[in-house]
């Protein structure tokens, strides 16, 4: 306990800089790999490549026709790949600010986004109630598969070396094990806005519209947790561990940032973040520093 | 070097000897088109020989060429020994041997001169005395025959030592010795030592045994019998040879049950041995049964005489004297003394009492029992306190006012009696949250409870009795236990603590539950409350079927057999009745049973081999009635083999299709796929390509779903085979199809191809059966015996009977239409510009083909219905075509117009089946389709009348490629509303 005091104490949560641009809300903010960059997204139809830590603004990705929902960048920080309301999904070159492919396939708005481990499949998520895998290497923009199971619309996916995870607002949190070949449903009973995993990769985190979010055990799906206290009602929030898994960070609908200890579930430390929702928070690979990013428009970066 | 000078001056003549290079080269060849040949088929692999020449030809190239070219010779031909005068040098004798003639490849078959191991160096295997066996042969003449008589002797051979012993020997091994190097024994050299040191000491008188022995330690080692030498044989062990000399089967002993004789045997023996020794002529008698070697394995009759031929061929060869040792010398002994009597008592009285007999029987004390050992075994819950109460009985009592407590007395006091009195301390733990089993402690009905139970031991002692030990000895399972063990499924805790079953129907029904869970047994028994469909016999044995299903645990039969008369919704509505009632029965239970733990407790009624769970209680956990949450589901899913691919996975369905169901049979799936839904696929595909134009493309949409939901659809899959028909063979007989369903029996044309429509079936069933026996499948006969007239005629009715069912569908198309109408307005009032104009004519032009073509599917089918209203809504249509067909200047007959409708229809139905043509190929194509049509002419007896409109429809077709040819978009759009539709989609 002491032990996770002490961590505690560490926990990002003085502002260490903002980053302004987006006009509008941001939707999401995403450490790069490394977690020397950051990417960020909003309703200003634009992607921004900065510098969290100088607060420079690199580069700025405009392509897209409406709002970017989610971005993702390779693991080689050589491509990006973003999804939002015109069904589109872009694949970017980081370097010249080109889009190389644009995916096609979905028939409504699409939620979330992800690279494989080799950079050669891009899943997303849709509002059109599927999930579908593109090919990078191929000219071909329609999907290679097309997962279409769930009830609802899909609000994240995330990928592991063989499966694909995806939660909906069905209540599921459905894993695809490629290698298996099966599909596990985990019905929790409420939506689930977004998935993420523990960097270990055995549990699973979903944060559910019923204001809590949720601990699973991947492999068993068993309820491992669940961590309450903030507001999580309509909005979609992200939600994270951080780089070692001993605390579990999300926002809330009144721009608090919540902190909880893993294993007990008590409310660690929480601040107020943003005047408004916080929409998604991302944490450092590797250092204690957090982004956070809200629908009034800014982005904070947080050591 | 000197060779090298040679060679420059060196003429060549002839063809070179090839080199070894080139040989070599060939064979390897050779070699590797072996293992190629040898994957081709017989007729197609060739004989080489081993250098890669081919040796067999065909007939005609050869045939087998054997030597050099067919012939005896060689490549320098025959060469005549060369001559020699005999006079000066007399030819001296030729010594030929086989090997000169012989090629390579025969001696190396012969094995002449191959390479092979040595006889004299097997060291321990068969060869060795194969070889000794030579040699013995060899020295035979030499030496006088062991064995005298017509054996023949070379059969007997002496031992060989194999060339190891024979080397051992040269270095001074002797048989039965260790082998080691002499010098290093260490035993003797100290013994050596000491020797040399004792004579030392005794004086110098031995000094030069002392010195010989020192110097030749081999020698010394070689005498045998010497003390060390005793000692150090021990180490080698002497392996003796037992060898068979008697006349049984091998592994057969003669001693087996009679081991006394086996003395008599060993002595006989030694003695023989005696005789050998000490009397050669001894062993030249036959009879004596040892002394020879006589055929082992095979039988000789006990009064057969010994001939020659009975001789042992088949022994070893070895000579057993040499190497037999005695091992008991303790018994060779008393041999000795049996010997003696034996020449005392004479040959068979020798029998003697054994002093010790080896055949003594083991025996075992029994186990000691402990003092302290109860040979009745206690349960924790003793059955016999029975016993206990069976001796005093308690008063008789008057059962309580209330009837249904008296019942569950009365029950409960059976269980108690036949289970034990766990089950009455169990009741009296849920007495204490339950006041109904007040009973069983105090409170009224006590007293009658005890006298009860009393009644039920009395009553039940008998009969438990006998099973007591059983139970005694066999493990005691829980309830829960064997549950899991066979797969029962807990019962539903039942909430409801009453229910309008009465305590006695509990009781009854405890009982029976009682049986259910111990065996199987039917419920034939089930008292006539638990018939809750007695009214049905049928029915109520299904309901018990149901039960015992239900009761049987484990895995539940996939579906018994299906009861062909029910239906499946029957059978499922069956199924919910018997739930329920089976529900109704358990709650029942609930009565009684409060508790689904005191349910379990009961198996344990019969035998006492269960005892009650005891963690039970907190296992059952008390399910909520919303589902918890997370919830766990897998399913099969299948990834993508180019997703595998990606995520660097092996496909774990390796490229399998997902199973699905197949269709019962292929022809099936043709014939009852129903045009309509062929259709809205159509239109479902190009609403997705021309999404743009989606508001319009809805309204067509909907009409067609319209019509797909249609009751009309039935009776339009009765006239499938046709379709198939129509899709098997070309589009012209789309014409014919149409006509068909259009057919009409006023019109005398009409009625002529309604007999072709008929025939076209017939061929069409003909060839589906057909096409079903090559397919290897159940063709579904409709018809299997009609005569043609009959088809006709059925063909004629079976159109009109769908008259009826025709007109909603009409009313529909109309609503449709109308709404289109009002598309075509605003559509006319928005656009502007030429171009647009164009386009939008195109587009309506789609429209009123599309609405047509609903409606004149409509219209076909209501055929020739003579309704005023239908034939107005025809005629309608028709003006407003022939007001956006501006090039068909002059109004047509109602026949032709159909006519042209249906070429639309044919158009259309070819651009379902995806035979899209080129624009440029398209006027070929129409000419040849001309011509078709006047080859169909011929073939069929068309009236002049149909024949002219078809003539008219050919003539407006050329004006409107004329007309067409003005402008290259408006080229396609005329001709055929195949082309019109999919220039629509290029231009969109």
């Known amino acids: 306990m002491s032990s996770s005091g002490s961590a505690a104490q560490h926990l990002p949560r003085t502002e260490a800089r903002s980053l302004s641009g987006h006009e509008g809300a941001v939707l ?14 909003g309703k200003d139809r634009t992607l921004r490549l900065w510098n969290p830590h100088t607060g420079a603004h690199v580069k700025t990705y405009k392509s897209h026709a409406r709002e970017v929902r989610d971005v993702h960048p390779s693991s080689d920080n050589a491509k990006l790949v973003s999804c939002g309301a015109d069904r589109q999904i872009f694949y970017w070159d980081v370097a010249s600010g080109r889009v190389i492919r644009k995916f096609r396939g979905h028939n409504s708005e699409v939620n979330s986004v992800k690279f494989n481990e080799y950079n050669a499949v891009v899943v997303s998520a849709g509002y059109d109630r599927t999930v579908r895998a593109f090919d990078c290497r191929s000219q071909s923009s329609d999907p290679i598969q097309t997962i279409d199971t769930f009830q609802d619309s899909v609000m994240s996916v995330n990928l592991t070396k063989t499966e694909i995870i995806a939660g909906s607002v069905d209540g599921t949190v459905r894993t695809f094990d490629i290698r298996m070949g099966r599909e596990t449903v985990d019905n929790l009973g409420h ?113 | 070097m000197g060779a090298d000078s040679d060679d420059d001056d060196l003429v060549v003549y002839g ?61 320098e031909g025959w060469t005549p020994q060369t001559f020699t005068s005999s006079r000066k040098n007399r030819a001296e004798l030729k010594k030929q041997s086989i090997y000169s003639f012989l090629d390579e490849e025969d001696i190396k078959d012969m094995g002449g001169n191959a390479l092979e191991t040595s006889q004299q160096y097997d060291t321990f295997g068969f060869t060795a005395a194969e070889y000794a066996r030579k040699q013995a042969s060899k020295e035979q003449k030499e030496r006088p025959s062991a064995i005298p008589g017509p054996i023949p002797d070379e059969l007997v051979v002496p031992t060989s030592n194999s060339i190891g012993v024979a080397l051992l020997m040269k270095m001074g091994w002797r048989q039965g010795r260790s082998i080691r190097d002499s010098h290093a024994d260490s035993l003797y050299e100290s013994r050596r030592n000491a020797r040399k040191a004792f004579l030392a000491l005794s004086g110098s008188r031995n000094d030069k045994d002392q010195e010989q022995s020192s110097d030749k330690p081999s020698l010394d080692q070689a005498v045998a019998g010497s003390l060390e030498e005793m000692h150090v044989s021990g180490n080698t062990p002497v392996y003796v040879l037992h060898p068979k000399q008697d006349l049984h089967g091998l592994g057969y002993d003669p001693f087996k049950h009679a081991p006394e004789f086996r003395d008599r045997k060993t002595l006989q023996k030694s003695r023989d041995r005696d005789h050998k020794r000490n009397d050669v002529s001894v062993r030249g008698n036959l009879l004596v049964p040892n002394s020879g070697n006589y055929a082992p394995g095979f039988g000789i009759g006990a009064l057969e005489e010994l001939d020659a031929e009975d001789e042992d061929i088949y022994a070893s060869g070895f000579a057993y004297e040499q190497t037999e040792v005695d091992i008991e010398p303790s018994k060779t002994a008393s041999d000795s003394n049996y010997k003696l009597d034996d020449r005392k008592r004479g040959f068979y009285l020798s029998f003697k009492i054994a002093s010790n007999s080896e055949y003594k029987l083991e025996r075992f004390l029994p186990p000691e029992i402990p003092d302290d050992f109860d040979a009745q075994h206690k349960f924790p819950t003793p059955v016999q306190s029975a016993a206990k109460f069976s001796d005093i009985a308690p008063p008789e009592a008057l059962p309580p006012e209330d009837t249904s407590l008296t019942l569950l007395i009365e029950g409960c006091a059976a269980m108690v009696a036949r289970c034990g009195k766990h089950i009455e301390d169990f009741y009296k733990e849920k007495s204490k949250t339950n006041p109904q089993f007040m009973f069983l402690s105090e409170g009224d009905g006590c007293k009658y ?136 029965i358990e709650k029942g239970k609930g009565k009684k049973v409060h508790d689904p733990s005191s349910v379990f407790s009961l198996p344990g009624m019969n035998e006492q081999r269960f005892v009650a769970a005891t963690q039970l209680e907190s ?54 796929m ?55 063979f070309s589009d012209d007989s789309d014409d014919d199809a149409d006509e068909i369903l259009n057919n009409q029996p006023v019109d005398p044309v009409k009625t002529s191809e309604g007999a072709n429509m008929a025939l076209n079936r017939l061929v069409a069933e003909d060839f589906l059966e057909s096409l079903g026996k090559e397919l290897g499948l159940e063709v579904p006969t409709e018809r299997p015996n009609v005569s043609r007239a009959e088809t006709l005629s059925s063909a004629g009715t079976s159109v009109s009977s769908q008259n009826d069912k025709i007109t909603p569908a009409l009313m529909e198309v109309k609503e449709s239409r109308s709404s ?29 083909n599309r609405t047509e073509e609903n409606r004149s599917r409509h219209m076909h089918r209501q055929s020739q219905s003579p309704r005023s209203d239908s034939s107005s809504e025809r005629h309608r249509s028709r003006k407003r075509r022939s007001h ?46 001309q011509r078709k049509r006047k080859e169909k002419r011929a073939r069929r007896t068309y009236t002049p009348d149909t024949d002219s409109s078809d003539h008219e429809h050919k003539e407006r077709y050329k004006s409107s490629s004329r007309r067409s040819s003005d402008k290259d978009k408006n080229r396609n759009h005329s001709r055929r509303h195949k082309h019109r539709r999919k220039d629509h989609q290029d231009y969109l």
């Open chain 1, 28 to 41: 999401a903010v995403r450490f790069n790999r490394d977690g020397n960059y950051c990417l960020s997204c």
């Open chain 1, 191 to 303: 939506p689930v806005n977004c998935i993420s995993l523990s960097n270990d990769g055995n549990c699973l985190l979903a944060n559910c519209l019923d204001s809590t979010v949720r601990l699973l055990d991947k492999s068993s799906g068993e309820l491992l947790q669940e961590y309450k206290g903030h507001a999580c009602k309509s909005f979609k929030m992200d939600c994270c561990l951080t780089n070692d898994d001993a605390f579990v960070v999300g926002g809330s609908e009144d721009g608090h940032v919540f902190f909880w200890e893993l294993v007990d579930a008590p409310v660690v430390t929480r601040f107020r973040a943003h005047s408004s929702v916080v929409t998604s928070i991302s944490y450092h690979p590797a250092k204690a520093c957090m982004l956070t990013s809200s629908v009034d428009g800014s982005i904070r970066v947080w050591t």
């Open chain 2, 15 to 75: 063809t070179p000897i090839e080199r070894e290079e080139d040989t070599s080269t060939r064979k390897r060849r050779a070699v590797a088109e072996a293992g190629q040949l040898r994957a081709l088929p017989a007729w197609k692999q060739e004989v080489r020989d081993e250098e890669g020449r081919r040796r067999f030809h065909g007939a005609f190239t050869g045939g087998f060429s054997a030597g050099f070219y067919n012939t005896v010779g060689s490549k």
């Open chain 2, 449 to 584: 409870y005890m006298r009860k139970l009393w009644e039920h031991q009395q009553k039940y002692a008998g009969q438990q009795r006998p099973d007591s030990p059983k139970s005694k000895t066999s493990e005691k399972l829980t309830a829960d236990n064997r549950g899991r063990i066979l797969g029962e499924r807990p019962l539903d805790r039942s909430t409801k603590l009453h229910s309008p079953l009465s305590a006695k129907e509990a009781v009854q029904l405890q009982s029976n539950l009682v049986d259910t869970f111990v065996k199987p047994i039917s419920l034939d028994g089930l008292p006539e409350s638990e018939k809750p469909f007695s009214n049905d016999p049928a029915k109520q044995a299904r309901f018990e079927q149901f039960l015992k299903d239900k009761y049987k645990g484990g895995l539940r039969a996939a579906n018994a057999a299906p009861i062909s008369s029910m239906s499946e919704a029957d059978r499922a509505r069956e199924r919910l009745d018997f739930e329920a009632a089976a529900e109704a």
């Open chain 2, 619 to 672: 296992s059952v956990v008390p399910k909520d009635e919303k589902p918890i949450y997370p919830r766990r589901n897998q399913f099969e899913w299948r990834p993508s083999p180019i997703l595998c691919k990606r995520f660097d996975i092996i496909d774990p369905f390796m490229g399998k299709p997902m199973h699905v169901q197949r269709p019962r049979s292929k022809i099936e799936n043709l014939i009852f």
């Open chain 2, 674 to 728: 129903t045009e309509s839904h062929k259709g809205t696929k159509d239109d479902v595909e190009s609403s997705i390509r021309s999404s743009q134009h989606a508001s319009m493309e809805r309204i067509t949409e909907t009409e067609s779903q319209g019509t797909v939901n249609d009751p009309d659809i039935e009776p339009n899959s009765m006239q499938r085979p046709v379709d198939l028909y129509k899709a098997i």
């Open chain 2, 820 to 848: 289109l109408g009002m598309v075509q307005v605003g559509n006319a009032n928005n656009e502007a510009s030429l171009a647009s104009a164009e386009k939008l004519d195109l587009k309506f032009e789609k429209l009123v």
């Open chain 2, 884 to 929: 956006h067909h501006i090039r068909d200047g002059t109004p047509e007959s109602d026949s032709v117009s159909d006519h042209h409708r249906n070429r639309r229809r044919k158009s259309r139905s070819r651009h379902r089946k995806g035979r899209s043509r080129t624009p440029d190929t398209d006027s070929s194509s129409d000419t040849k389709h």
